[in-house]
């Protein structure tokens, strides 16, 4: 089975704060997401990449940064969260087009 | 650009009634297709998808959802809803000619009722 690790279920920091964000997979799979959920906003796509070193900005990411220095680790970075970044956090990975796979979720609440 | 319209935002069915889900896309060429469940504070579980050929798929837990290419639709259904069905659903459509995320609705929620 495939899997998708987040490094923490629940985060509080706050506001000023930089903020880590881990995901690991363990399927080789070659792309990794971030989304941010917010109710009634569904899924927003923050970060993308398509391998190691590269990234691709989804539809949201300002206020947000991403590191891929190995394959199966994807970081979201948050450099200095303020209280509009609160919100569950998703990760998932993918081989080259096909089914994405989630993580449990980080719900980060900024103070 | 592709896009994703689920229309319901919140359906409320009774225990043991069927279920449909409704699942609209915009996409120029066959899509890939997927629906996932999201129970509360977890993350998100493949049910099914479509990539080709027989347009109903069957998924996990009992559900299927049916491609209408002529309607621009993957409506999800179950025959009969367990309590345990309540959560949210995220219809999402893939890009088949390249290395693109997946486009995802903003999801339905579905309460179960004794």
């Known amino acids: 089975d495939v899997k998708v690790t987040q490094s923490s279920r629940y985060l509080v920091k706050r506001t000023g704060e930089k903020v880590f964000l881990e995901c690991v997979q363990d399927?080789?799979?070659?792309?990794m997401f971030w989304y941010r959920q917010d109710p009634g906003l569904g899924l927003r796509l923050i970060y993308f990449?398509?391998?190691?070193?590269?990234?691709e900005k989804g539809d949201i990411p300002e206020g947000y940064s991403v590191s891929r220095e190995k394959k199966e680790r994807f970081s979201l970075i948050l450099e200095s969260a303020s209280t509009n970044q609160t919100s569950m956090y998703l990760c998932?990975?993918?081989?080259?087009?096909?089914?994405?796979?989630f993580g449990p979720g980080t719900r980060l609440t900024v103070l | 650009a592709q896009s994703v319209t689920q229309p319901d935002i919140h359906i409320t069915v009774s225990e043991g009634a069927s279920l449909e889900l409704r699942c609209n896309y915009s996409?120029?060429?066959?899509?890939?297709l997927f629906w996932y469940v999201q129970s509360p504070g977890q993350g998100l579980q493949l049910l099914l998808k479509?990539?080709?050929?027989?347009?109903l798929v069957q998924g996990i837990k009992g559900f299927e959802a049916e491609f209408k290419r002529s309607q621009s639709s993957f409506n999800l259904r179950k025959p009969s809803v367990h309590w345990s069905d309540a959560a949210e659903y995220f219809c999402?459509?893939?890009?088949?000619?390249?290395?693109?995320?997946?486009?995802f609705g903003k999801g339905t929620r579905l309460s179960v009722i004794a």
């Open positions: 990449s398509y391998d190691v070193k590269m990234k």
């Open positions: 399927m080789d799979h070659e792309n």
């Open positions: 479509y990539f080709s050929g027989d347009t």
């Open positions: 999402a459509v893939g890009d088949v000619s390249g290395n693109t995320p997946l486009v």
């Open positions: 996409y120029g060429a066959t899509p890939y």
């Open positions: 998932a990975s993918s081989p080259f087009i096909d089914t994405q796979y």
